[in-house]
């Protein structure tokens, strides 16, 4: 059965930083672009960044680049999303998602940006 | 960037009856290699999304046959045949076609 299980998500001032990871399971991770969504409260879903299986090509949405770096541990069957420099605007629940159409779907972390 | 718009944004709908949600895109999402990556994806109320339909109108495993899709270049659509009450929540077209990908604004599906 195929898991996605996010961590790392919290509570963080403007400015601030955080790390999110996503735990795989359930199929042969290195296989696979993997994908982080996020979704502001009450709003629809936005697509933040994708990355290569080997990690050699990595995308992002316009309004993170700079900021948010996105990377993967292939041995640890692990996705990351490093947050710098965070705004307001980025307060989401962050979901990681296998491959670029998103088959399947982790249950998401609550990143909340606030003074 | 491409813009993916979905009507209507509201769905009120009877159990049992037909619902529909269109989804139409900015440009032709077919990719040069033949392909036109759509998806539809299905947010119940505190759920995580799922995927139901991808390249238009292949059902993702696991997915009722009611559900349906349609369409090509730039108009898709979403088809339930008979409308239960599990199926209550936000539906969502994706384009993976261009980059960056994108997502309709969603709709929401009511029973009224």
């Known amino acids: 059965e195929v898991q996605l299980v996010e961590s790392g998500g919290g509570l963080v001032q403007p400015g601030g930083s955080l790390r999110l990871s996503c735990a795989a399971s359930?199929?042969?991770?290195?296989?696979?672009?993997m994908s982080w969504v996020r979704q502001a409260p009450g709003k629809g879903l936005e697509w933040v960044a994708n990355?290569?299986?080997?990690?050699?090509?990595?995308y992002y949405v316009d309004s993170v680049k700079g900021r948010f770096t996105i990377s993967r541990d292939n041995a640890k069957n692990s996705l990351y999303l490093q947050m710098n420099s965070l705004r307001a605007e980025d307060t989401a629940v962050y979901y990681c998602?296998?491959?670029?159409?998103?088959?399947?779907w982790g249950q998401g972390t609550l990143v909340t940006v606030s003074s | 960037d491409v813009v993916m718009t979905q009507s209507p944004l509201s769905l009120p709908v009877t159990l049992g009856q037909p619902a529909s949600i269109s989804c139409r895109s900015s440009?032709?999402?077919?990719?040069?290699?033949?392909?036109?990556?759509l998806n539809w994806f299905q947010q119940r109320p505190g759920q995580s999304p799922r995927r139901l339909i991808y390249?238009?109108?292949n059902r993702d495993s696991g997915v009722p046959d009611r559900f349906s899709g349609s369409g090509s270049g730039t108009d898709f659509t979403l088809k339930i045949s008979r409308v239960e009450a599990e199926d209550v929540g936000v539906y969502y077209c994706?384009?993976?076609?261009?980059?960056?990908?994108?997502f309709g604004q969603g709709t929401k599906v009511e029973i009224k």
């Open positions: 998602a296998r491959g670029v159409g998103c088959d399947y």
């Open positions: 359930g199929f042969t991770f290195g296989n696979y672009w």
């Open positions: 990355i290569k299986q080997d990690g050699s090509e990595k």
């Open positions: 440009q032709s999402l077919v990719h040069s290699d033949g392909n036109t990556y």
């Open positions: 390249k238009i109108s």
């Open positions: 994706m384009q993976t076609t261009h980059w960056p990908p994108a």
